[in-house]
Nanobody, 125 residues
Framework: QVQLVESGGGLVQPGGSLTLSCAAS???????MGWYRQAPDKHRELVAM???????YYADSVKGRFTISRDNAKNTVYLQMNSVKPEDTAVYYC????????????????????WGQGTQVTVAS
């Protein structure tokens, strides 16, 4: 079983930056890790995923603005969010998978088997 604990959400102005962190713990090995988000009245969407080998995937909506990275020694994944927009406002959820899959395996409707509790990101002036 895997426990995921997120941190780093908050209020940020449009054009600003924010970094989210997610630390994994537990007895199960974690392979792919990443982030989903859900805005009010919208379906949950995949933001970015990264494999343990450093292969990554980004949703088109965040390419060039967000960067996903991970520290395998700390079992932690990060999401550096730059040039944020009001439409980035959402609850961001950390996701991890014990299965060994390419980051391109995941989608809005296909996710890993462990979730964090979510952290709110609000982009507003």
């Amino acid at each position: 079983q895997v426990q995921l604990v997120e941190s780093g959400g908050g209020l940020v102005q449009p054009g600003g930056s924010l970094t989210l962190s997610c630390a994994a713990s537990g007895s199960t090995r974690v392979n792919a890790m990443g982030w989903y988000r859900q805005a009010p009245d919208k379906h949950r969407e995949l933001v970015a995923m990264i494999s343990s080998g450093g292969v990554y995937y980004y949703a088109d909506s965040v390419k060039g603005r967000f960067t996903i990275s991970r520290d395998n020694a700390k079992n932690t994944v990060y999401l550096q969010m730059n040039s944020v927009k009001p439409e980035d406002t959402a609850v961001y959820y950390c996701n991890a998978d014990s299965a060994l899959q390419s980051p391109y395996y995941y989608s809005d409707y296909v996710n890993g088997d462990s979730w964090g509790q979510g952290t709110q990101v609000t982009v507003a002036s």
